[in-house]
Each structure stands twice: as C-alpha cells, then as structure tokens.
C-alpha cells in the first residue's frame, strides 16, 4: 500500500503531540503545564516562547553589565541552587553593597502569578525587571543605560535580532527577553509532585503522609496545592522590624486594610530558599514552624483569619510537618544546566 506522504507527515505530527500528553501535561505556546496545575496567567500571545529568545533572557539574567557598576546581575540576588534566592542576607545586597528592605523572593513557576514583588507592586511579570534594574540599592542603573550597553554589544545585537526581528532594541524587548528565560524557571518535579502523580516505586513514609494531613489542615488556607503559594496578600502576625518598618501591601494600595500584607510565598523548594518571611528574620525551617506553633500575636493588625486560632504543633507534629516540607524539594530543578549560567 502506497502512503501519501502528506498524510504520514501530519500522522508523525499528531503522533508527537500524542506522546508529549501523555503524561497528562498540557503546552502552551511550548510552555508545559503540568499534568493537574491550573491553566496559567501570563499571556504567552504577547511574548511568544522561543529557543532564542530563552537564550538571550538566560544571558541577561546572568550579566552584571546591566548594573550600573557592572558588579551586580539578577543572579547576584537568585542563585540556581538556592531555589532562585539567596542565603547570605537577611535582606537582599545590591551595588557598592547597600542593604534593601526585603528578602528576595524565590523566582519559580512565575507564570501562575499574578503579582509580583512582596507588596504585589508590579502586577505583571514583562514589568518585574524594570524594578530591580532602576532601583538605586539594587542594580542603580536607568533603562536607558541598559539599552544603550546593549546597542554596542553585537553579539547581544545579534540576540535580539533573532528573537524580535530586526529593529533597535527596545526596553519592551528587554523586559521580555528576560520573561522568556525566567518562565519557563518551573519546579514540579519533587517527591511530592511524584506521588501525587502516582509514579511507580515512589511513595509517602509514614512520618511524611502525616506531615501532609497536618499541612493540608493547617496551612493549606494560604499555602495552596499545587503551587504551594496564593495570589493573595494577608498578615502573619510578624511585628514588624523596628528599623525597617515594613507596612507592607499599604505601601502600594494606601489602605488601612493592606497594612502589614504581604504576598503569600511559594513553598517549593523551602528547604533551600532560606532565610525566611519578607525580612529573612528565621534562618532555618523549624523557627518558621515554632512560630506558627506558638508565636503568633492574635491581636495583630490585619491577622489572617487562618491563623487566629493557635496550631500548639506537638513536637511529633512539627517533626512530621517538617518531612512533609522536604518532599516539596526538586533536585532535578535546582541542577538543571539548561537554568544555569550560560557557557
């Protein structure tokens, strides 16, 4: 029998569409979305995922030429191999090393966002670089600057070229650029996301399968499967640094409501993207569970309604809820070379 080789061309490519979902995973513009996660928010119409472009967002992400001293990158502040934060300050560190106000937040499975920041103070992820490039104790450098470095760098000419057409480069490209490298930062492939996917050989201890009875009765309220985040802002009690002060969520909306709110973090990858809160006060895990256990102040302004209620965690249950957290670790993201410095 004689195949007529339109039709073995699109049955190959039906073929591979039906071999990629098998798993359940879903694409979208080339983006994955793992089997059971909800359909993301970033809008991939407006900044096409490309090989390219995934290239030239990585060589961004790791030059510090984009600082105004050239001593700084994004990377300074979101390291691989600590989930895409740092470990060495409480608060993040920036050119001629002044202090910021806040730690840097975790960068992993942003396209599920829809703010940014913890006071939610960019609310779309093509506008997030623009902050830390221009802010005078991070990177202190203008767009301008920026632009202009790159228009003199060829090989970044180059870069743009490929991934936007040909034309000058734009802050809009540049912004995007880095978008295309830092979405596809996607964590979900840890002990947990195995179980849940039922995958063969892999399962629960007993000590880990009650750590997550106790999470999902706890802590689920804010901390929301699959994501392990929310997008919403609420108050955990914490009394704010007497230095720094932080209203918070207020300092964006200027309502007496959003005073001491602030984004509510991820918990993938917890076990490496220490210190912890907004202001990297607890340096290990198990601070962070004492003090939901018993630290929080109930009177606190704008307290979460979740947590008005002491937990009082046995010292079993926070040695069980303490398991549950290391499953959410993802080896196989914090090692990925495709994610790492480019060579």
């Known amino acids: 029998m004689k195949w007529n080789p339109i039709i073995l ?28 996660w909800p359909e993301p928010f970033y809008s991939f119409h407006s900044n096409p995922l490309t090989k390219d472009g995934f290239e030239l967002g990585r060589k961004l992400f790791y030059d510090p030429s984009l600082s105004v001293d050239s001593t700084v990158s994004c990377a300074s ?4 191999y600590t989930a895409f934060t740092h470990v060495d300050h409480a608060v993040s560190h920036g050119i001629n090393g002044r202090k910021g106000t806040r730690n840097a937040p975790a960068l992993v499975n942003l396209a599920w966002n829809k703010h940014f920041h913890w006071d939610g103070g960019v609310n ?44 000058p480069i734009t802050s809009s490209n540049l912004l995007k650029a880095l978008s295309q490298f830092t979405i596809q930062l996607v964590s979900a492939n840890s002990k947990y996301d ?17 750590g997550l009875h106790i999470f999902r ?8 499967e699959p994501l392990f985040n929310a997008n919403f802002f609420a108050s955990n009690g914490l009394t704010p640094d007497s230095l720094l002060n932080d209203l918070g969520r207020f300092q964006v909306t200027l309502l007496p409501k ?5 984004k509510v973090p991820t918990l993938r990858n917890i076990a490496y993207s220490y210190p912890y809160m907004h202001d990297g006060r607890f ?19 704008n307290l979460h309604q979740s947590l008005k209620k002491p937990k009082k965690f046995s010292e079993i249950e926070k040695k069980d809820l303490l398991a549950f957290l290391l499953t959410l670790t993802d080896q196989a993201f914090l090692r990925n070379k495709d994610f790492s410095f480019p060579r």
């Open 9 to 36: 061309f699109f049955g190959g490519i039906i073929t591979l569409l039906l071999l990629s979902l098998r798993s359940g995973d879903v694409f979208i513009n080339d983006f994955q979305v793992p089997k059971g």
């Open 77 to 80: 502040c979101h390291l691989q």
């Open 124 to 167: 779309h992820l093509d506008a997030q670089g623009l902050n830390p490039i221009e802010h005078p104790t991070e990177m202190g450098n203008s767009l301008k600057e920026v632009i202009r470095r790159l228009e003199s760098d060829p090989a970044y000419k180059n870069g743009f070229n490929r991934t936007f057409g040909e034309g």
């Open 194 to 210: 195995q179980v849940m996917r039922k995958e063969e050989g892999v399962a629960f201890s007993e000590q880990e399968r009650r």
């Open 217 to 224: 009765k706890h802590c689920s309220t804010c901390h929301q």
């Open 258 to 262: 959003d005073k001491y709110l602030f």
């Open 283 to 301: 340096q290990k895990l198990k601070d962070v569970i004492n003090y939901y256990s018993s630290g929080i102040n109930s009177n606190a302004k």
